[in-house]
């Protein structure tokens, strides 16, 4: 193969992200030519426009990870390492979380740098963390100089692996980009094992007329809905944000970390619920129903709501403007374009 090939590999592919990055990755002209190996616990589908390999892989087994760099397509030029066992699962699964969210990280990191060692320079490694790694007595503002200490398994196991790429980057086993991911609203389909899925399904849900459950406070008059505050991204910014990370040249990172929080912005649990009401009508509002949840409530809150965003925007990352109002109307407008893919 030339020079120029573009091999990208991606973990977590049957995901709603991995789908939506390969599409993003296709049209993206700093990335001509490109071609997949898509894996995930099922199959991922091909996207159309590009050359795939598709897995139905466990990648807690280190037999079948090492069968991702050994396919038609050759070693992967970067990976985005995708795949994860979400919040409020791994917290409730210890040692399935372990599993996925440590051990299978290091499964891929150490084949990309074996496989990697073949190739004219280091894979691109990009990994998806998340600000659950922070938890504890916390600044008001998030920096890139704050310690993480998360207070949950799922910040433990992703501050772990982060720890991993951080390494085998200085050593220059890999040219490992880590982002540590704000929550992502509003994501369609059904909802997923984060404890943060409320802060979509609260809005995806009413949106299609249908109830939607807030373990936050019990009533609309809770104060826990101002108290609770969440540092935020749309879709569309956080995935132009990975096309993003694939291009940021290496040495425009810290030298002691790859580590970038995506830009973000900050909305409390009322200010989400007043943009809904602001975009589809009181009657909308009717349909979310207060159930404390505790154990929920204590994990979301241990989660940092406001970060500087000086460091990744001079990375060339982007952040979404105007608040939740411009999210809600554009989730109501796929809605309506296109239910199915909602």
């Known amino acids: ?30 990335t001509p030519n490109v071609s997949f190996i ?42 985005y390492c995708l795949h994860g066992i979400m919040s409020r699962g791994s917290e409730d699964n210890f040692d ?14 150490e084949a990309a740098r074996s496989y990697g060692s073949k190739l004219p320079r280091p894979i691109k490694f990009i990994f998806t963390s998340s600000l659950a790694v922070y938890g504890g007595p916390l600044p008001e503002i998030i920096t890139p100089q704050t310690i993480a200490t998360p207070e949950g398994a799922y910040g433990m196991g992703k501050l772990t692996s982060e720890l991993l790429v951080n390494e085998y980057s200085r050593r220059s086993f890999i040219d490992g980009r880590i982002l540590r991911l704000p929550t992502i609203v509003v994501r369609p389909g059904p ?24 373990p936050i406070g019990n009533s609309l008059e809770s104060e826990e ?7 935020l991204a749309s879709p569309e910014v956080t995935i ?6 694939k291009h940021v040249p290496a040495d425009k990172f810290l030298k ?32 979310v129903e207060f159930k404390d ?34 999210i809600v109307k554009k989730f109501k407008r796929d809605l309506e374009e296109s239910p199915s893919k909602v």
């Open 96 to 109: 399935l979380g372990v599993k996925v969210n440590i051990d299978s990280i290091r499964y891929m990191v």
């Open 256 to 287: 002691h970390t790859r580590v970038v929080c995506l830009p973000g912005f900050t909305a409390s649990v009322r200010e989400e619920l007043e943009a809904l009401r602001d975009v589809e009508g009181e009657e909308a509002l009717k349909l």
């Open 293 to 326: 949840d505790p154990v929920n409530r204590r994990i979301v809150s241990s989660w940092p709501a406001r970060f500087d965003n000086t460091y990744p925007l001079e990375l060339g990352f982007f952040v979404d403007e105007g608040g939740m109002v411009p």
């Open 38 to 79: 898509l894996a995930d616990i099922v199959e991922p589908r091909s996207p159309s426009g590009a050359e795939s390999v598709c897995f139905k892989a466990d990648l807690t087994n280190r037999d079948e990870t090492d069968k991702l760099f050994n396919t038609r397509l050759g070693i992967p030029d970067t990976i």
């Open 191 to 214: 909802p997923s094992a984060a404890t943060s899925a409320f802060i979509s399904a609260i809005i995806r849900e009413p949106l299609q007329k249908l109830p939607a459950i807030c």
């Open 1 to 30: 193969m030339s020079a120029a090939r573009n091999v990208v590999l991606i973990t977590g592919a049957a995901g709603w992200l991995g789908g939506l990055l390969s599409s993003a990755l296709i049209a993206d002209t700093q």
């Open 225 to 231: 809905l101002d108290k609770l505050k969440a540092w």
């Open 240 to 245: 132009k944000n990975f096309v993003r990370a």
